[in-house]
């Protein structure tokens, strides 16, 4: 097998981090990948433009909405959900998941007698999750891409 040329291993790997890169919206993502996700979970996408930031509704095919904000500078800032069924928060959550995950169980630890949905709240990582059998909610957002003026109340999904 001839070699592989460092030209071209460069494009092969420009290629593969762009590919991973968009493969689909997270939080701290590219805003243009929220299309892989509308692909993923089949659900209709519209999007409203607003002064502050962009907000990319995704109905899925259940009913349960998904909302993507993306600021100014096309990153995805917050993400929301609400509905039957949770959605996949490792993707959607991206790097962050793991800090979730560990934050969650460290909670279920402390707090084993009291029933208290996951929570993360670190400076630049908020997450509240909440629901009961049968419908989810819960809202993640990174405070440091937040546009001048967000409000954690721009996050709510009206039913």
Same mark, same amino acid.
């Given at each position: 097998?001839?070699?592989?040329?460092?030209? $071209?291993?460069?494009?092969?790997?420009?290629?593969?981090?762009?590919?991973?890169?968009?493969?689909?919206?997270?939080?701290?993502?590219?805003?243009?990948?929220?299309?892989?996700?509308?692909?993923?979970?089949?659900?209709?996408?519209?999007?409203?433009?607003?002064?502050?930031? /962009?907000?990319?509704?995704?109905?899925?095919?259940?009913?349960?909405?998904?909302?993507?904000? /993306?600021?100014?500078?096309? $990153? $995805?800032?917050?993400?929301?959900?609400?509905?039957?069924?949770?959605?996949?928060?490792?993707?959607?959550?991206?790097?962050?998941?793991?800090?979730?995950?560990?934050?969650?169980?460290? /909670?279920?630890?402390?707090?084993?007698?009291?029933?208290?949905?996951?929570?993360?709240?670190?400076?630049?990582?908020?997450?509240?999750?909440?629901?009961?059998?049968?419908?989810?909610?819960?809202?993640?957002?990174?405070?440091?891409?937040?546009?001048?003026?967000?409000?954690?109340?721009?996050?709510?999904?009206?039913?």
């Amino acid at each position: 097998m001839p070699p592989i040329r460092p030209a $071209v291993a460069m494009g092969l790997a420009a290629i593969a981090a762009l590919v991973s890169d968009s493969a689909a919206a997270h939080l701290g993502g590219s805003a243009s990948s929220v299309t892989a996700d509308r692909s993923r979970m089949a659900a209709r996408l519209s999007t409203v433009a607003t002064g502050r930031f /962009t907000r990319h509704e995704l109905t899925r095919p259940n009913g349960g909405q998904v909302h993507e904000f /993306t600021n100014a500078d096309g $990153v $995805v800032f917050a993400v929301a959900w609400s509905g039957p069924g949770k959605p996949d928060l490792a993707t959607l959550l991206g790097p962050y998941f793991p800090t979730f995950q560990a934050n969650s169980v460290a /909670t279920a630890r402390r707090m084993h007698s009291l029933r208290q949905p996951p929570r993360t709240a670190q400076p630049n990582l908020q997450i509240q999750v909440g629901g009961h059998m049968g419908w989810f909610h819960g809202v993640a957002y990174i405070p440091s891409l937040a546009p001048a003026g967000f409000a954690v109340a721009d996050l709510a999904i009206q039913p």
